[in-house]
């Protein structure tokens, strides 16, 4: 008899999240997250080891198996992780140095030198997508000019993902949506384009085949199923980016929906036809997980970040009583910001920790506060922090706006979903009403709200057989649990200062870009 389990796995950047799907019932009945760490070897350096994402993966399926004999009855699985990020992998499937993340911001050079070579034009009609240090190549590059003998070694360019799916099935393997985040991938046609490889001076063989999300790429080994405990001879399909998984999760399947998912960075997701031109490079494209659909796609880097990073900066006592109480640390800290008056009495928070992506794209950037008097507490710190991330939040809004998306509400998903404080501002800044559903999860349950593991699984699903389509189950299984409505009064105030937040962040481009050479120059690393 087939087993009625899927197991979906979501690496992000700061943890691997993992569910099993019951998809006969359509719920979640195990779920984990594990960390793993991140390094900061120098400034704008930002790198993770891949075998820490395998190590993070292994450790949350053997937790997700002790809530449950699932092991031998997973008939399917998928992996979708971070993007943006350069993983070279040797003949032997190690990786050969440590990825560089979407976050690292040292390939500037580089992005100079692809738009001198290529062209940036040339790089938005086949990829769609913009010249970044966010994307692949310039990390490339940078990795083939300053470690030539690590270039020399990569025979395969992967993702995370793509990484841990060889590790399950023994593979080397692409999804469309990772594939979009390297130069060479023609989003139109959903192939590799020799011109721009040859162009950039990267051998395409160095990339892998592509395949779509839900399509078989393999079976778990027996070293893998001996290492996670899953059944050897389960399908694994391709998977997808962190965000198209989610977005399949939480129910934004059709063309013009949209999703706010945050972590530790966010996105803006807008659901576009693929065969739509859209002549805006300051949000990204990128392929769903459903054929025919692209992602028009606004990433922040600083969201969950920045809350995390006040809190480990100026959250000492905070952390205490959250150990000593058995407390969730960042309630303790909403519940500060709480006490504050929409607009933190005139403080503004610029969520630029390390660089800016969408809209900005400046690498240069710094985050900041403005506004501080002798009445400033901690507690408008706190809710700052909150509004300044969803003001970056409307910026990238107000350009899908302009390159004419149509957004009447956002479905919300991930970690800073679960403060009601953080999605009403966020309600009250975009003047938008949010759904924050409930996916895959039954009243008894108790797990969090994780969309793209859900993705995952639901893909998993298809491969394995249980689903003809990935859609065929999603109204079965996401539910909308509760919608935030904007404060009208709220916004028009927020909409005046952000007008003076934007203002702010332009008049000091120049100022910026000076400060970051003078880091550079005299080396505070």
Known sequence: MTEKYTLGIDIGTTGVKASVLDVVNSKVV??????????????????????????????????????????????????????????????????????????????????????????EKKINQINGNRVAPWFVEPKVLWMKKHEPENFDKTFKLLSPSGYCTYKMSGEF?????????????EYKK????????????????????????????????????????IKEGAV???????????????GVTEVGQAFYSMGTGANIGVMIPTSQDINEFRILKWTSVLPGITMFD???????????????????VEMKKAQENNLNVFDLLTEQAQKIKPGSDGLMYFPYLGSTLAPNWNSAATGMFFGITPTTTKAHFIRAVIEGVAYDCNSNLEVARQAGAKIDKLTLNGGPTKSKLWNQITSDITGLHLDLPDVGKSEESGFPPEAAPLGDAILAAVGA???????????????????????IKNHEMYSEFYTVWRSIYHNLITDMKDHHDLMKKYDFS
């Open 30 to 119: 195990a779920h984990s997250l594990k960390e793993h760490p991140l390094f900061h070897p120098k400034p704008g350096y930002a790198e993770q080891e891949g075998d820490n994402y395998w190590k993070a993966v292994v450790e949350a399926i053997k937790d997700c198996f002790s809530q449950g004999s699932f092991g031998n009855k997973i008939s399917g699985v998928s992996i979708s992780g971070l993007v943006g990020v350069m993983l070279p992998i040797d003949k032997e499937g190690r990786p050969v140095r440590p990825a560089m993340i979407w976050m690292d911001s040292r390939s500037e050079e580089e992005c100079t030198d692809i738009r001198n070579s290529i062209g």
């Open 173 to 185: 393997s692409m999804n469309h949506g990772d594939a979009q985040l390297f130069y060479p991938y």
């Open 190 to 229: 959903g192939i590799w384009n020799k011109e721009i490889s040859d162009g950039l001076g990267i051998p395409l063989d160095k990339y892998p085949p592509i395949y779509n999300s839900h399509e078989v790429i393999g079976k778990v080994t027996k070293e893998a199923s001996e290492e996670t405990g």
């Open 236 to 250: 694994v399909v391709a998977g997808g980016t962190d965000i198209s998984c989610a977005a399949l999760g939480c």
């Open 298 to 316: 606004g990433p922040m880097a600083f969201v969950g970040a920045s809350l995390n990073w006040f809190k480990n900066i100026f959250g000492e």
């Open 465 to 487: 057989g249980f689903y003809d389509n990935p859609l065929e189950k999603i109204k079965d299984i996401v539910k909308v649990r509760q919608t935030f409505k904007p404060n």
